[in-house]
């Protein structure tokens, strides 16, 4: 924890700590487990610079949400051939900044318009990429209804060449859930995935580009616990599927994950700065609690109504109880049971209940793991008009 107070040192708490071994050993993981495939990082994960220069250092290119996620993998330097803009419901405005920058994939029959209106004032055949919510679900369970793509028994009733014939379809995005910790889940939805491509192939009279399956690659908060996916043998069922199917298939295979490559490089830190008995029960006060790292702020919020799981609806606003480690960084060999607050003028600014730390005095650190993906860029940090945290990138 030197280069904690290294940084401390020079700079207040709060901040944000990002390591850069971390992620190229998450990196490596995802390339042994998928040989041949090319992988995305989810720039909504964590758009800090460094972050994203790390990653195309790395060869990994930009899964992004949003026009200004585009100009954020650019600046880093990730070439844009290597960047896939999917957004939900981009406008004209969005499709005009980014045309000629990045693969584009439409989210629905509205888009496509949009694409094909911008493509015919341009005089261009653009390329576009199909973003399908599928008949197939990870688990094998009736298909719910989603704000995401487009149904995939809508596609088949489409001429796509007659209806947009600036467009070309070049590409396939499907994704369904994140966080995925079931090993035959995601071998048989990857397989499912191919499965489509083909299908998609067939009916469009063309060969795909690419194919985009999402994320799904879950982790493992607990690190006493060992991860229950078999990388080895999710490695054998990708490898297997792309086999039965190398006849047909000659597209890119992407994969993106922005949990999985970055959620572990990160460390939250903030300060003890009052300490408050109410009742029975001891509470250190925060800086920056809802407003500096609010996925636990949340999860504390979710717990009474879901004590045992976090379902996967709640990604990645919220994950798994017990998903952060939380030390105290104090000189004292003594513990005591404590919540951590943040200063907020909230009850709901509680970022830990009933933990068990090393006993802290005002001026005491306070760290939180897994603080890499989805947590500066998640929370509200304009609330009450307190000083945000600020970010290091390390090596």
Not at 147 to 169: N, Q
Not at 334 to 342: K, W
């Amino acid at each position: 924890m030197h280069f904690i107070e290294k940084i401390r040192a020079e700079h207040p708490a709060p901040f944000y700590i990002y390591d850069g071994k971390v992620i190229s050993e998450q990196a490596s993981i995802l390339h042994e487990t998928f040989p041949g495939f090319c992988f995305l990082f989810s720039v909504k994960a964590n758009p800090f610079l460094p972050v994203l220069k790390k990653m195309a250092s790395l060869g990994i290119g930009a899964d992004a949400a949003s026009a200004k996620e585009v100009d954020l993998a650019l600046e880093a330097g990730m070439p844009g051939e290597n960047i896939y803009y999917s957004c939900p419901a981009p406008t004209e405005e969005d499709i005009s900044h980014v045309i000629g920058k990045c693969h584009i994939i439409a989210d629905s029959f509205h888009v496509l318009s949009l694409l094909e209106k911008a493509a015919a004032e341009r005089g261009l055949k653009l390329a576009a990429g199909l973003r399908i919510h599928p008949d197939f679900t990870m688990d094998g369970t009736p298909q719910m209804p989603s704000k995401f793509g487009i149904d995939e028994s809508l596609v088949w009733k489409v001429d796509f060449a007659e209806k947009y014939p600036h467009l070309t379809i070049d590409g396939l995005h499907v994704h369904i859930r994140s966080q995925v910790l079931n090993t035959e889940q995601l071998g048989n939805y990857y397989d499912n995935v191919i499965g489509l491509a083909v299908k998609l192939q067939k009916f469009l009279h063309t060969k795909l580009d690419y194919i985009n399956f999402g994320g799904g690659v879950g982790m493992v908060y607990d690190k006493a616990k060992q991860s229950p996916l078999d990388y080895q043998k999710l490695r054998e069922m990708v490898s297997c599927s792309i086999d039965k199917h190398k006849d047909d298939l000659s597209a890119k295979l992407l994969l993106e994950s922005g949990r999985f490559l970055a959620c572990d490089c990160g460390t939250y830190v903030t300060e003890i700065i009052d300490i408050k008995h109410s009742h029975g029960k001891t509470y250190y006060i925060v800086k920056n609690g809802a407003n500096g790292f609010f996925k636990p702020v949340l999860r504390q919020m979710l717990l009474p109504f879901h004590p045992d799981h976090i379902g996967a609806s709640y990604e990645p606003f919220a994950t798994e109880n017990d998903s952060y480690d939380i030390n105290v960084l104090s000189e004292s060999s003594d513990t005591e049971v404590v919540d951590i607050a943040g200063h907020l003028c909230s009850g709901a600014d509680i970022m830990a209940k009933d933990v068990t730390v090393k006993k802290g005095t005002i001026g005491d650190l306070v760290t939180f793991s897994h603080a890499g993906s989805y947590a500066y860029s998640l929370a509200p940090l304009l609330f009450a008009s307190q000083p945000m945290p600020q970010q290091f990138f390390i090596e």
